[in-house]
């Protein structure tokens, strides 16, 4: 057997052990915060193409994420979230590149 293979299986005995009682799991807190792309856009007031134009965004994804057809994730959703708390540092770091 491989030593990938080997890793698998030892991964899946371990996880049962933990399941089943028998060795200690360990935990890891997970941020599930959720983001309103459109409470954000609307709270500064702008249009989806004043938005997308502003902080890089393309205009069918933002409609896709408004939609809820998709959800930011990793960089994307921490760019919003620096976007909703201080949009006017985002926009001065963008003019200067």
Do not use: C
Not at 2 to 29: E, F, N
Not at 36 to 45: F, T
């Amino acid at each position: 057997m491989s030593k990938a293979g080997k890793q698998i299986i030892k991964g899946a005995q371990d996880a049962l052990a933990t399941l089943q009682g028998k060795a200690p799991g360990r935990v890891h807190a997970i941020r599930a915060t959720e983001i309103d792309v459109r409470e954000i856009r609307e709270h500064l007031n702008m249009t989806q193409a004043d938005f997308s134009e502003t902080f890089g965004i393309p205009v069918p994804t933002l409609k896709k994420w408004e939609a809820g057809a998709r959800v930011p994730e990793g960089p994307a959703k921490a760019y919003l979230m620096v976007i909703n708390k201080n949009p006017s540092a985002v926009k001065r770091a963008l003019q200067s590149v």
